[in-house]
Every structure is written in structure tokens, then in C-alpha cells.
């Protein structure tokens, strides 16, 4: 009885593996050396090298997304093929989720338990009587036990208006994604173009949050746990919107360019996912550092 094999195509030695170590190198060294030249208010090379970091990642991924597009139009991947980009896709976003997992469990850690330590709870009533007296442990943590003073970022206003937004990006991939199994074009090419507008207004809106938080609030970097925290998940979650957004774009110019069918499009499935999932790391975020 003869088996039938079927073609599991392995891609010739890329040079964009090495290509995006540089980049990343160049921008995780810049960007420290950025941070202390401006902390020491001097012009030094960090800056350049940053910029440097970024223009070769730019470089990089438009490299690597051609060479995998022209992969794929060529019919060299098989349906094989098509199972291991779903399970590498799927355990990306699983990483994902305990990258966020980890800063959540900083967030609830410094909350429930640190806090309340320097608030005088279980044994350590006479450390906080002798060293922050006036220390009151209450959430948003808007004075800490140093003296530094901020105001908290209200829930209702700018951060609902981002929830609002994020959530119907969500809806209108989902008819986009549907436009595309039932071949409408048009449908497609109009529900994603709005899905990647709504991304853009949601990173300016979130400048603009910080612009108020700095000017305004004073909750700045420096402002404690309360500052740390806020900046630390808002920023992290920013950019991963923007990873999202860069993502559906080059699906909206393949789009254009007549790519995808009903049948193939898993690279729309991969980006529709990641979309998703940073939609709900948001409203995780909205109800855990904005609400509660």
C-alpha cells in the first residue's frame, strides 16, 4: 500500500535573524544611553544609535515580510506548513500573556502585600512608626513613603474613551475577517482600514494621556509605585498596540494588492489574533490600574 507525502518546504539561510540582533542591540543600548544622557542633561551618542537600532529593524522587517510573502505566493507552503505557523503563532501569544502576567503580578504584589507592609501590617508596626509615621496605605498610592506626591489618572474619562475605541476595533476586524471568508472585498478593505484608523487614534489619545499625566498630574516615572506601575503596563501595552497596528498594515497593503483567499490567509488570522489579544490585555488593564 504506497503513502502519500506530502512537501514540507524549508526556506533557504536568511540573513534577517542576525539583521534584527543588531537592530535590537543597537536599540536597547541606545535607548539606555538616551536615558542617562538625559538624565545627566548631555548630548551623547545614545540618541543616534537608537534611531540607528530603529531605521535597521524598519529595514529588517520589511525585508523579512517580502521574502515570507513571496514564499507564500509562490505555493511552496503546504498544509503542514500552515499547522506550524498556527502553533508558533499560538505559543507567541502564550508568551505574551505571561509577559503581562508578570507585570500584573508585580501590580498586585506591590498592592496587596507591599503596601500594607509599609503600612504598618503584620509585624511591622513599629517600622512604620518609626520610619513614615504619616504613611497612609490606600490605593492609588498618590503620597508615597518617601513624601513624593502625585494625583491618580481618573477612569472615565480618556481611559474609557480608549477602552470604547479598542473594543469596536475589535468588532470591526471581526467583520473584516468575516468579508473576507464570505470574498467580499470590499467589506474587507473598508472594516480593516477603520479597525487600523481606530489603533492610530488609540496610541495618540494615549500620548496625549501622558502629555496630561506629566503637565498636569505630576505622575511622572518618578512618582513611586503608583507612577512605575501605571507607565510601566500603559507603556509596554502601547507598544504592543503599535506592533499591532504595523501588523495589520502590511495585511491592509497585501490586501490591496489583491492577496488572500477565503481559503489561505492565515497571516490575516495571525494579526485578527494578535489584535484580539491586545484588546484583552486592555480592559484587563482599564478594570486593574485605572478603575479598582
Not at 483567499?261 to 478594570?287: I, N, S
Request: hydrophobic share 50%; with cysteine.
Amino acid at each position: 500500500m504506497s503513502k502519500t507525502y506530502e512537501k514540507y518546504y524549508v526556506p533557504a539561510q536568511s540573513p534577517w535573524p542576525i539583521v534584527g540582533a543588531v537592530a535590537l542591540f543597537c536599540i536597547a543600548f541606545g535607548a539606555g544611553h538616551y536615558v542617562i544622557d538625559m538624565s545627566k542633561q548631555q548630548t551623547g551618542f545614545g540618541g543616534w544609535l537608537l534611531l540607528l537600532g530603529l531605521a535597521i529593524l524598519v529595514f529588517m522587517l520589511v525585508g523579512w515580510f517580502r521574502n515570507v510573502i513571496d514564499e507564500s505566493m509562490s505555493g511552496l507552503y503546504s498544509s503542514q506548513m500552515d499547522r506550524s505557523f498556527r502553533q508558533g503563532m499560538s505559543w507567541f501569544i502564550v508568551s505574551e500573556v505571561m509577559f503581562f502576567m508578570a507585570f500584573f503580578g508585580a501590580l498586585f504584589y506591590g498592592r496587596v502585600i507591599a503596601m500594607e507592609w509599609l503600612g504598618g501590617a503584620s509585624n511591622n508596626a513599629m517600622t512604620f512608626a518609626i520610619l513614615w509615621p504619616d504613611f497612609q496605605p490606600v490605593w492609588p498610592l498618590v503620597k508615597t513613603p518617601g513624601g513624593i506626591e502625585t494625583q491618580a489618572m481618573p477612569a472615565w474619562g480618556l481611559p474609557a474613551i480608549n477602552t470604547a475605541i479598542l473594543l469596536i476595533s475589535s468588532v470591526t476586524l471581526h467583520f473584516a475577517h468575516t468579508g473576507l471568508e464570505q470574498n467580499k472585498r470590499g467589506q474587507l478593505k473598508g472594516m480593516l482600514f477603520v479597525t487600523l484608523l481606530l489603533g492610530v487614534i488609540f496610541l495618540c489619545l494615549q500620548g496625549y494621556e501622558y502629555v496630561h499625566a506629566y503637565r498636569d498630574l505630576g505622575l511622572r516615572l518618578d512618582s513611586g509605585f503608583y507612577g512605575n506601575t501605571f507607565y510601566l503596563l500603559t507603556g509596554f501595552h502601547g507598544l504592543h498596540v503599535t506592533l499591532g497596528a504595523l501588523i495589520l498594515f502590511f495585511v491592509f497593503l497585501r490586501v490591496l494588492k489583491g492577496h488572500f483567499t477565503p481559503e489561505k490567509h492565515f497571516a490575516f488570522q495571525a494579526g485578527a489574533w494578535y489584535w484580539h489579544f491586545v484588546d484583552v490585555v486592555w480592559v484587563c488593564l482599564f478594570f486593574f490600574v485605572y478603575v479598582l
